[in-house]
């Protein structure tokens, strides 16, 4: 039988298996080269469209100083936070998507328009700014400090003769948006600043980078529950000593109950809830 030469196209014989990993080392190599560019071509899309929202946001200011604050206007500034919210969240800038997602909590707060309301969105949008042009994105201690020392919205409802405004950030988890806003009027009304979210594994995320003064949620939700959630939240390092309470209209002596982290507070709903949590605010030393 004859025998064909190596390199030849009649070669037959197996490839050595040394000569299989380097064909694979170098299909990696151009895989990991390709998606590396592929990365960065996204960021440049993406900072090239923030960019352009945060323009947009200075624009429409500037027609709110010369107009007044029309509702088409302000609906158009809240589409654009909306947008850099999400997109912040997708590519890798949380500080992006938690400023902007406090902005939008100061806007659906904004009823009555102040003469401090101008100054308090231009603040809002000069941070996105600041924030997109940073070579280095801010680590979660950061974040904390930049998100917390934006313009509250207490002050939309509340004047300082009326309540004691407290440096003291809540994070409310509820999936009901109607539990939502009731809670956090009568959570604002004692002088805390409140951020709102519905989805637990998200609040995971926020409360590591918010590092809030007590995470209050709801018990019955989609994917974890309350008693969950705060298990969870008591095993991260990062978010471990935060204080947590639970809202319920459950009985109290439901073993659910029973796996509550050693600590944490349960607020009954209902005609309950300004006792109880008045309790929890003593007992965290948040008042």
């Known amino acids: 039988m004859r025998r064909t030469e190596a390199g030849c196209a009649g070669d037959t014989r197996p ?18 080269a390709n998606a590396d560019e592929l990365a960065q071509r996204d960021e440049l899309e993406f900072r090239d469209e923030a960019t352009q929202h945060i323009a947009e946001m200075n624009r429409l200011l500037d027609e709110i100083a010369a107009q007044g604050p029309a509702e088409n206007l302000l609906e158009q500034f809240r589409r654009h936070g909306h947008e850099l919210q999400g997109a912040g969240r997708s590519f890798g800038y949380p500080v992006l998507s938690m400023i902007a997602h406090r902005l939008g909590a100061y806007l659906d707060d904004l009823t009555d328009w102040q003469d401090r ?19 280095s994105q801010p680590a979660d201690e950061e974040i904390a400090s930049i998100v917390r020392a934006l313009p509250s919205h207490i002050n939309q409802s509340f004047s300082e003769k009326d309540v004691e405004i407290r440096n003291v950030e809540i994070l409310l988890v509820t999936p009901a948006r109607a539990v939502a806003k009731l809670l956090a009027q009568q959570i604002k009304a004692c002088g805390f600043r409140v951020t709102t979210l519905a989805d637990p594994v998200e609040a995971l995320a926020m409360a590591l980078r918010l590092r809030p003064d007590m995470v209050l949620t709801s018990q019955v939700m989609t994917g974890l529950n309350g008693v969950d959630l705060l298990r969870a939240l008591k095993a991260i390092e990062g978010t471990e000593k935060i204080p947590g309470a639970v809202l319920t209209s459950q009985d109290l002596a439901a073993t659910v109950f029973n796996r509550l982290p050693q600590g944490t507070a349960i607020i009954r709903t209902g005609g309950n809830f300004a006792d109880d949590f008045a309790k929890v605010v003593t007992q965290f030393g948040l008042g």
């Open 15 to 32: 490839s050595h298996p040394l000569e299989k990993i380097g064909k694979v080392r170098t299909m990696v190599k151009v895989i990991g």
């Open 117 to 135: 309301s101008q100054n308090d969105l231009q603040i809002f949008v000069d941070k996105l700014g600041e924030m997109l042009e940073r070579k």
